[in-house]
Nanobody
Framework: QQRLVESGGGLVQPGGSLTLSCTAS????????LGWFREAPGKGREGVSC????????KYGESVKGRFTISRDNDKQTMTLQMNNLKPEDTAVYYC????????????????????WGQGTQVTVPS
């Protein structure tokens, strides 16, 4: 069974930074498109960022563009999300997700396309 584990969440003041990590096993990540999604209290799931299987293409949600950076290391079976200039509206549970790659150099922030999910990590930015 595929397993994704997030880490790196926590409490950070507005304007601060956090780095989230996602470790995958036993899947071989070179065959998977990866994404980060988040769920805030009382809100639906939101696509944060995704990255193609080879790391050459990335996409960001409008609310995080210019502040978050996604990356991956297939050899280390990890994906990271560098989050800078955090805002109270970034408060949410963040989930990493994986989808078998269909198109090279592409990814979409459509949660239904992702079949494997982690348990989530909480990020809290107080107002």
């Amino acid at each position: 069974q595929q397993r994704l584990v997030e880490s790196g969440g926590g409490l950070v003041q507005p304007g601060g930074s956090l780095t989230l990590s996602c470790t995958a096993s036993p899947m071989s990540l070179e065959y998977y498109t990866l994404g980060w999604f988040r769920e805030a209290p009382g809100k639906g799931r939101e696509g944060v960022s995704c990255i193609s299987n080879n790391g050459d293409f990335a996409k960001y949600g409008e609310s995080v563009k210019g502040r978050f950076t996604i990356s991956r290391d297939n050899d280390k079976q990890t994906m990271t999300l560098q989050m800078n200039n955090l805002k109270p509206e970034d408060t949410a549970v963040y989930y990493c997700a994986a989808a078998l790659t269909i198109l090279q150099d592409s990814c979409e922030l459509i949660d239904a396309e992702y079949k494997d999910w982690g348990q989530g990590t909480q990020v809290t930015v107080p107002s």
